[in-house]
């Protein structure tokens, strides 16, 4: 497909478990959107979260971690098409797993 890059880039992410450390692979880019070529809803029923520049970000619609950005809403403003505005901003990004349900220490 044209636009479509030769290579995924992915970044490893380290989650600890109560039995071992396990390796998961977080995309280098993700989108909310399901009209993206981005978007995974597989990995996002999962969860991700988002640390941008230090900071825990909930309102992150997009990121990138290579390009280092994050696309996030504009208020209530809407584009002609009823999508929210989007800005992006730059900085350090850092994608990580969200811990599974199930292996919760507070859940009794």
Not at 56 to 80: F, H, T
Request: glycine share 8%; hydrophobic share 35%.
């Amino acid at each position: 497909m044209p636009g479509d890059l030769p290579y995924k880039l992915v970044v490893p992410v380290v989650t600890t478990t109560p039995e071992s450390a396990v390796t998961e692979i977080v995309p280098d880019r993700l989108s909310t959107n399901p009209r993206s070529p981005h978007y995974d809803a597989d990995l996002l029923e999962r969860g991700v979260g988002i640390r941008f520049n230090g900071k825990e970000r909930r309102d992150v619609e997009e990121y990138c971690v290579s390009e280092g950005w994050i696309r996030v809403a504009m208020g209530k403003a809407l584009d002609r098409r009823g999508q929210p505005l989007m800005t992006k901003i730059n900085g350090t990004v850092e994608p990580y797993l969200a811990p599974p349900a199930g292996n919760t220490a507070d859940s009794v």
